[in-house]
């Protein structure tokens, strides 16, 4: 099936400790992306990448890193300079525009709490 | 800030049309209408887009009015699965732009 994988589904970490969310698509998208979701909230934007060995900030990237070593793979650091790490993360994918519609597609989500 | 103004909360009956309205009067001449659903503690699904044509897919119908200011998803059969939280998003196309999620509107589809 093609789509977009994200694992684990939930995930707890003590306070202090780095965590990596995976993120993995198999629709040969070029971009990918990087979302927070916090309780009632709509989706904040952390990093995105349009191609590999690179990638930009969103509007929240304090606390975050992120790597595109490989097209299919995008996987997001949580580290112990994010000072409210948890959250329930989305991570996207789309094609290009210049070839196809950029519409986003949507992982199913790693909820992580940090105890 | 969303561009969009969407109800808090709609109810329908089960096997009968939802119409989900949405406004978006400062929408500029290249931003599409896009629509996403999300289930609770479920990643956003994308349902259909359009930019001033009406669309239809096989998940909903898209009816864009003609001075592309407000419109209207349309779930033609509203089943329970169909419970969910519908966003309405303004974007153009290109330049890896972020999506920007309003509050939504939470649909309940009741039996």
């Known amino acids: 099936d093609g789509g977009i994988t994200q694992s684990p589904k939930y995930l707890f970490r003590k306070e202090g400790q780095n965590v990596t969310l995976s993120c993995e698509q198999n629709?040969?998208?070029?971009?990918m992306y990087w979302y927070r979701q916090d309780p009632g909230q709509g989706l904040r934007l952390i990093y995105y990448?349009?191609?590999?060995?690179?990638?930009q900030k969103g509007d929240i990237a304090e606390g975050y890193s992120v790597s595109r070593e490989k097209k299919e793979s995008f996987p997001l650091t949580v580290t112990s300079a994010q000072k409210n790490p948890t959250a329930f993360y989305l991570c996207a994918s789309s094609p290009l525009a210049v070839v196809h519609t950029d519409t986003q597609y949507f992982g199913p989500g790693t909820r992580l709490t940090v105890l | 800030d969303a561009k969009t103004t969407q109800p808090t909360s709609m109810d329908c009956a089960e096997g009968r049309a939802a119409n989900l309205p949405c406004n978006h009067s400062?929408?500029?001449?290249?931003?599409?209408v896009y629509w996403y659903r999300q289930i609770h503690s479920q990643g956003p699904q994308y349902i259909i887009h359009g930019l001033k044509n009406n669309e239809t897919n096989e998940m909903a119908s898209l009816i864009i009015t003609e001075d592309r200011k407000s419109s209207t998803l349309i779930l033609p059969h509203a089943t329970l699965r169909d419970t969910a939280v519908y966003y309405c998003?303004?974007?153009?196309?290109?330049?890896?732009?972020?999506?920007?999620f309003g509050k939504g509107t939470k649909l309940t589809v009741n039996p």
């Open positions: 990448s349009q191609i590999v060995n690179d990638f």
């Open positions: 629709l040969n998208h070029d971009a």
């Open positions: 998003i303004v974007r153009t196309q290109g330049g890896s732009e972020k999506l920007v």
């Open positions: 400062t929408i500029s001449g290249n931003e599409y």
